[in-house]
């Protein structure tokens, strides 16, 4: 699949990850997918700040890039899920390593699930804490 094929242009193809990445929410939600499949409402509850439409923008342009997996259920009650697929898995190493930049700049650390930390044992200032699913 080609750039124009995912509703990217054809810029360099590092601008257009790093673009997708930069873009506000893009490591958040991800950050959740690293857990596991989640429910579209369920980010809203998780990332502080994050408003539906922004959840809307950042799914789209995720799903087109290939870095994550929507699954539409058809039952009594309608819901969407979406989960990381295995080119968004690869984007873990990356960031995992951008993390271990930062860390070496700033002196804040945090256990972040990209990196395999399971719910319970992430410390991410960043998040709200779960609740309930």
Same mark, same amino acid.
């Given at each position: 699949? =080609? *750039?124009?094929?995912?509703? +990217?242009?054809?810029?360099?193809?590092?601008?257009?990850?790093? =673009? &997708?990445?930069?873009? $506000?929410?893009?490591?958040?939600?991800? /950050?959740?997918?690293?857990?596991?499949?989640? /429910? !579209?409402?369920?980010?809203?509850?998780?990332?502080?700040?994050?408003?539906? #439409? *922004?959840?809307? @923008?950042?799914? #789209?342009?995720?799903?087109?890039?290939?870095?994550? $997996?929507?699954?539409?259920? %058809?039952? $009594?009650?309608?819901?969407?899920?979406? *989960?990381?697929? %295995? /080119?968004?898995?690869? &984007? +873990?190493?990356?960031? !995992? %390593?951008? #993390?271990?930049?930062?860390? @070496?700049?700033?002196?804040?650390?945090?256990?972040?699930?990209? @990196?395999? +930390?399971?719910?319970?044992?992430?410390?991410?200032? *960043?998040? /709200?804490?779960? $609740?309930?699913?």
């Amino acid at each position: 699949m =080609n *750039s124009l094929e995912n509703g +990217f242009d054809n810029g360099c193809p590092i601008d257009l990850v790093l =673009n &997708l990445l930069s873009a $506000k929410w893009t490591v958040q939600i991800l /950050r959740e997918l690293a857990l596991g499949p989640v /429910r !579209s409402r369920r980010f809203l509850r998780l990332i502080q700040g994050l408003s539906m #439409k *922004s959840l809307q @923008e950042r799914l #789209k342009a995720l799903h087109l890039a290939g870095m994550i $997996k929507r699954v539409d259920y %058809e039952e $009594k009650i309608p819901h969407v899920e979406y *989960s990381i697929t %295995e /080119r968004g898995r690869r &984007l +873990f190493t990356i960031m !995992s %390593e951008v #993390k271990d930049i930062a860390a @070496e700049i700033v002196e804040h650390s945090c256990k972040c699930s990209i @990196e395999g +930390f399971t719910e319970a044992e992430m410390q991410c200032p *960043s998040r /709200r804490l779960s $609740k309930a699913t």
